[in-house]
């Protein structure tokens, strides 16, 4: 524990200001009340589980990787050190870690620090999901909510609680974003997962009866589906975030039909 051995980690005493935040940390949202309630357990009983921290050029000064809001807390206490760990492995996935084993990210913090591990590092969902210890289509899920309009998940992030994941993630199947304003309007008068999901089954429904969805018609539908992603696979372009996105939000939205 104490640097005896190169294969251990190492835990020192760390000056609280000389060290600076993780620029990769997933959490973006510090509530205030929480902060506090965690400062006053730490000044009661102290702090039960180390931060960690990389080493940096400058002697003394170290790089936060993972436990922020124990770091504030400190902070708020006017603690002059606390018990850290140097650890030397990649700062993002760590905290990403974490936080999700400690405390649930909100869904957008949790869905923009996935995306930017796979873009920063090229991991597939696949890889993803084995690092949080999910499957990959629940990491597809996760990264839906990306897809709904910039204002709906501001307005999330103002009260993060209030909201479910589930929620996000239904609404993300959507394509038309006068439904997807609607639904969630009613989502914010109190509308439940279930009754958001019936409510999506039944605006569905009826188009789906009016344009004649025969099994010959899906079967064709589905066919040209698989001749086009063939074709893309084989000449292998260079997709744009954008494309990435979609694609993704498509698989999520395949997921939901099949009810996995």
């Known amino acids: 524990m104490f640097g005896l051995s190169g294969t251990?980690?190492?835990?020192?005493?760390?000056?609280?200001a000389g060290i600076t935040p993780n620029p990769d940390q997933p959490?973006?949202?510090?509530?205030?009340?929480?902060?506090?309630?965690?400062?006053?357990?730490?000044?009661?009983?102290?702090?039960?589980?180390?931060?960690?921290?990389?080493?940096?050029?400058?002697?003394?000064?170290?790089?936060?990787?993972?436990?922020?809001?124990?770091?504030?807390?400190?902070?708020l206490l006017g603690r002059a050190t606390i018990p850290a760990i140097i650890t030397e492995g990649r700062s993002e996935e760590i905290a990403l870690i974490e936080n999700v084993q400690r405390v649930d990210l909100d869904a957008v913090d949790l869905a923009r620090s996935l995306q930017r591990l796979m873009e920063t590092h090229g991991y597939r969902m696949a890889e993803v999901g084995a690092m949080l210890g999910c499957?990959?289509?629940?990491?597809?899920?996760?990264?839906?909510?990306?897809?709904?309009?910039?204002?709906?998940?501001?307005?999330?992030?103002?009260?993060p609680s209030r909201v479910s994941?589930?929620?996000?993630?239904?609404?993300?199947?959507?394509?038309?974003?006068?439904?997807?304003?609607?639904?969630?309007a009613q989502v914010l008068a109190g509308?439940?997962?279930?009754?958001?999901?019936?409510?999506?089954?039944?605006?569905?429904?009826?188009?789906?009866?009016?344009?004649?969805?025969?099994?010959?018609?899906?079967?064709?539908?589905?066919?040209k589906m698989a001749?086009?992603?063939?074709?893309?696979?084989?000449?292998?372009?260079?997709?744009a975030d954008e494309h990435r996105a979609h694609l993704r939000a498509m698989r999520a939205r395949i997921d939901t039909l099949l009810g996995e």
């Open 27 to 75: 959490r973006t949202v510090f509530d205030d009340v929480a902060l506090q309630s965690l400062a006053d357990s730490i000044g009661r009983i102290g702090l039960q589980q180390p931060i960690l921290v990389k080493t940096t050029d400058k002697p003394g000064r170290y790089q936060l990787v993972a436990g922020e809001r124990r770091w504030r807390a400190h902070q």
């Open 135 to 159: 499957a990959e289509a629940e990491v597809s899920r996760r990264l839906s909510v990306l897809r709904l309009p910039a204002d709906i998940l501001d307005a999330y992030r103002q009260e």
């Open 191 to 223: 509308l439940t997962v279930r009754d958001l999901r019936a409510a999506k089954k039944a605006g569905q429904a009826a188009p789906s009866r009016a344009t004649g969805w025969t099994p010959q018609a899906i079967g064709k539908s589905l066919g």
């Open 165 to 184: 994941r589930s929620v996000l993630v239904e609404l993300a199947t959507l394509d038309d974003e006068d439904r997807i304003r609607d639904l969630w």
């Open 8 to 16: 251990l980690p190492r835990l020192i005493e760390a000056d609280v």
């Open 227 to 239: 001749s086009d992603l063939s074709r893309l696979q084989e000449e292998a372009p260079s997709l």
